[in-house]
């Protein structure tokens, strides 16, 4: 039989599954939802299971598979039993990411419009040095870039960026901006604290 054929089974701990009376050559197991499980193949010693292992028999006929949970917990077994290899996508972790990329690609080509930016940092008031500094933007992991920008309106004011409240002053900072000017990083994932010369100076700004 060449269409693909799925089972489930849910097992409690220690117990053994009912037998699966069934031919094919590749046995998959698409996800084990708990525990250890062992399978027999027809009269073979049982052996450990874990997700997304393929087993071909080969070609050698087999008429009956059994699960036991060995472990502490209940389990739930997903299998599928082909004739051929049938390739299950959502467990190959590069499906997603280009998909993902692709879906970005097609965004910049058409120039349709983004979700709003979740990570966009409005005009703030940033406390007078030494500080502690203002809060910008907190850590984030997932970051892959970033921009603040001290705009013109801040006149001769100066705007101090650190990584901690502590260090965002006139004298221990890692960057200071005038009006007008920006920074920007596509590796800094920590979080972004800002002091001003005066008390009055303003940044914003945002992170993707």
């Known amino acids: 039989m060449l269409t693909p054929r799925y089972f489930t089974q849910t097992i409690l701990a220690g117990a053994l599954g009912p037998p699966i009376a069934a031919l094919g050559r590749y046995i998959t197991i698409l996800s084990i939802s708990a525990s250890t499980i062992t399978l027999s193949i027809d009269d073979d010693p049982p052996q450990q299971m874990i997700s997304g292992l393929q087993i071909d028999t080969e070609g050698r006929p087999y008429t009956r598979l059994r699960f036991a949970n060995t472990g502490g917990v209940a389990a ?107 920074w920007w990083s596509d590796r800094e994932k920590g979080a972004i604290f800002a002091c001003s010369s005066t008390g009055a100076e303003i940044v914003n700004g945002r992170e993707c």
């Not at 419009?113 to 984030?140: E, K």
């Not at 100066?158 to 007008?180: C, E, H, N």
Request: contains cysteine.
């Open 76 to 182: 739930t077994i997903v299998l599928m039993l082909s004739e051929t290899i049938v390739v299950d996508t959502r467990q190959n972790p590069l499906v997603g990411a280009m998909a993902a990329n692709l879906a970005s690609i097609d965004q910049e080509i058409s120039g349709a419009a983004a979700a709003a930016v979740a990570g966009q940092l409005a005009d703030t008031v940033c406390a007078v040095t030494p500080g502690p500094g203002t809060a910008i933007f907190a850590a984030n992991a997932n970051r892959t870039e970033i921009e603040i920008t001290a705009p013109t309106t801040n006149g001769a004011g100066l705007i101090y960026l650190g990584i901690t409240a502590a260090r965002a002053t006139a004298v221990d900072k890692f960057i200071v901006l005038s009006a007008g000017e920006s």
